[in-house]
Structure formats: structure tokens, C-alpha cells
């Protein structure tokens, strides 16, 4: 069954340094998106990308954060200069576009980010 | 008001028993609702999408209210497996910008 997958699966860094976490969406799929969730909170959005730009975006999703799609594969979330509150857990989904009008999000396993 | 809000619980019940699940929310030009469950430190997983006319797979069973702007979840003969954080999920109006209910804890006792 296919599955979207992230690497690294955990990254420790310190403050004010530039990360770039990893996602290989499902193939077929035509959505992608970052999410992320502190500990103990709820699942937060962050952007959702889309033949090849930006569809959506939260407020969470500031000038800090950029997705890039640079092959036809891969998909990354970097964040240029971490701060502590951005050590959280970052999940990568994927989704197509249903005859519904729905986008059924498959996760991948996520990767914790841990600032320092 | 909050985007999307859920009871958080948790949920104790014996395995075989029948638990339901509310949320609720906002914006009424959502398109767009889901169930996923999430166990202890791992990913969402997608359990069902929730349709207008109400759908159910197995021993789950979703429904719709756009009029009261909520959506449920039933789970009948409730298995040890079933424990787990159900999260509910809503897209923004019409768009592909979806919102996380904080997740309703269940766990089944033997």
C-alpha cells in the first residue's frame, strides 16, 4: 500500500539555525500539506501546496516558513531561523482530489523537531 | 468560537459497547469533513470522510447536520483496538485550509 514518508524521523537543533524537513508524497497524489503539533496540543495547519505554488497558508506560516517541491518526489518544509517554540511534531499529508469535491489526507509518519 | 471543537473526554467503555462522538463547527461554508484517529505519539490516520447523506463502514458510522453545523461519529461493538484519540477535521470554507478538532480520547476496557 503506498504511504507518504518523511525523513528525518527526529531533528535536534539549535536556535537561529536553518532545518529542512523532508517528505515523499504519495505518487498519484496531486495535494500536499504541513501540519504540525506541539506536544499535548492539537494538529495544526500550515500550508497546503498545489501545482506547484502555494494554495493555502495559515497565520502559523510566516516568512520563517517555505515549501519546495524541487523534484517530481520530493516535497520540504524548511524553516529558516528556528525559534524554541518551533520544536514540535511535523507531519507531511498528501491527498487527491476525490469526484466528491474531498481531499482524504494520508500522513506520513511525521518528524520531531526538537529546538535547543 | 473555536474553528472546530470536540469533547475531549476521555471515553472509558467496555469493549462491546456503543460510543458516539459530537463535534461541532463554525463556518458554515465548510465542504469538507473527516474522522481520523490518532494513537499516542504517532500520525492521524484517516478513518472515514463524512458525507451529506451519511455513510458507514463497518462498525463506524458517520453523519452530517449542516443545519446544527455538527458532525458525529458512532462506534458500535466497541473492540480493544478502538482505543485511540478520534480527531475531527473540517476544511475552511471551500478550500484545501482544514482545521484539527483538539481529538476526543477513548479507551475500551477489557
Known amino acids: 500500500e503506498p504511504e507518504v514518508t518523511q525523513t528525518p524521523s527526529h531533528q535536534v537543533t539549535q536556535m537561529g539555525q536553518e532545518v529542512i524537513l523532508r517528505c515523499v508524497p504519495i505518487?498519484?497524489?496531486?495535494?500536499f500539506y504541513w501540519y504540525r503539533q506541539i506536544l499535548g496540543q492539537k494538529v495544526e495547519f500550515l500550508v497546503s501546496?498545489?501545482?506547484?505554488?502555494?494554495?493555502?497558508k495559515s497565520e502559523i506560516f510566516d516568512d520563517q516558513f517555505s515549501v519546495e517541491r524541487p523534484d517530481g518526489s520530493n516535497f520540504t518544509l524548511k524553516i529558516r531561523s528556528t525559534k524554541l517554540e518551533d520544536s514540535a511534531m511535523y507531519f507531511c499529508?498528501?491527498?487527491?482530489?476525490?469526484?466528491?469535491?474531498?481531499?482524504?489526507?494520508?500522513f506520513g509518519p511525521g518528524t520531531r523537531l526538537t529546538v535547543t | 468560537r473555536k474553528e472546530v471543537e470536540q469533547d475531549p473526554g476521555p471515553f472509558n467503555v467496555p469493549e462491546g459497547a456503543t460510543v458516539a462522538f459530537n463535534c461541532t463547527y463554525s463556518n458554515s461554508a465548510s465542504q469538507s469533513f473527516f474522522w481520523y484517529r490518532q494513537d499516542c505519539r504517532k500520525e492521524p490516520k484517516l478513518l472515514m470522510s463524512v458525507y451529506s447523506s451519511g455513510n458507514e463502514d463497518g462498525r463506524f458510522t458517520a453523519q452530517l447536520n449542516r443545519a446544527s453545523q455538527y458532525i458525529s461519529l458512532l462506534i458500535r461493538d466497541s473492540k480493544l483496538s478502538d482505543s485511540a484519540t478520534y480527531l475531527c477535521?473540517?476544511?475552511?470554507?471551500?478550500?484545501?485550509?482544514?482545521?484539527f478538532g483538539t481529538g476526543t480520547s477513548l479507551t475500551v476496557i477489557p
Open positions: 505518487s498519484n497524489h496531486l495535494y
Open positions: 499529508a498528501s491527498s487527491t482530489l476525490g469526484l466528491a469535491g474531498d481531499y482524504e489526507q494520508y
Open positions: 477535521v473540517v476544511n475552511m470554507n471551500t478550500g484545501n485550509q482544514f482545521y
Open positions: 501546496f498545489y501545482n506547484n505554488e502555494i494554495s493555502e
